[in-house]
């Protein structure tokens, strides 16, 4: 085999190489992606969009966790989550569909990332179980700073919703 074969078969390789990487790069960028008018608010992190073919697609918002409906802040997370979505076009960059049927992803009003907005005005935590985007664990931390929201409440208030929603199983199950 001589340099010109050893060469050329290297070139191969390394286009084979490029591709693989271009490739796997742009996975997510074919990730599903919704757009429909937000019909129904259900709650701080789950809304329910009227695609194009009239369909009605609920979206759990991926990484952030709301206080429950009975919680403190509760009623004003979903007023939060109303004023900046309700009656308004998003478009979901879905990450997954959740045990219950729901698209779990990032909602966008006007090129608004709403799962940040809502960290950032305090209506939401970040969940730390399921987040992956490290902009919201920096909004937490200044809404936090700020005492933005839910931040304002105190302490013995501020109970993260997935403890909240554990203990209330707890005493159910006791009880």
């Given at each position: 085999?001589?340099i ?25 960028l074919?990730?599903e992606?919704?757009?429909?008018r937000?019909?129904?608010?259900s709650?701080?992190?789950?809304l329910?969009?009227?695609d194009?073919?009239?369909k ?21 997370a ?25 698209k779990v ?11 940040a907005?809502?960290v ?14 490290l902009l ?37 199950k006791?009880?």
């Amino acid at each position: 085999m001589g340099i010109l074969d050893i060469f050329h078969t290297y070139l191969m390789n390394l286009k084979k190489i490029l591709f693989l990487a271009i490739f796997i790069v742009a996975l997510p960028l074919q990730a599903e992606q919704l757009t429909g008018r937000v019909v129904a608010i259900s709650d701080g992190d789950t809304l329910t969009i009227l695609d194009s073919s009239k369909k009605q697609i609920k979206i759990r918002m991926a990484g952030i966790d709301t206080p429950e409906s009975k919680q403190p802040y509760g009623t004003k997370a979903k007023q939060e989550l109303s004023d900046l979505a309700f009656g308004k076009t998003a478009t979901i960059e879905v990450e997954a569909t959740d045990r219950y049927k729901r698209k779990v992803g990032r909602v966008y009003v006007n090129r608004v990332n709403i799962n940040a907005e809502m960290v950032k005005r305090g209506a939401a935590w970040v969940y730390p179980q399921y987040a992956n985007d490290l902009l919201l664990y920096s909004l937490e931390h200044e809404a936090r700073l700020n005492r933005r929201g839910l931040w304002k409440l105190p302490d013995n208030e501020r109970v993260p919703p997935w403890l909240w929603r554990k203990n209330k199983f707890k005493q159910r199950k006791a009880g």
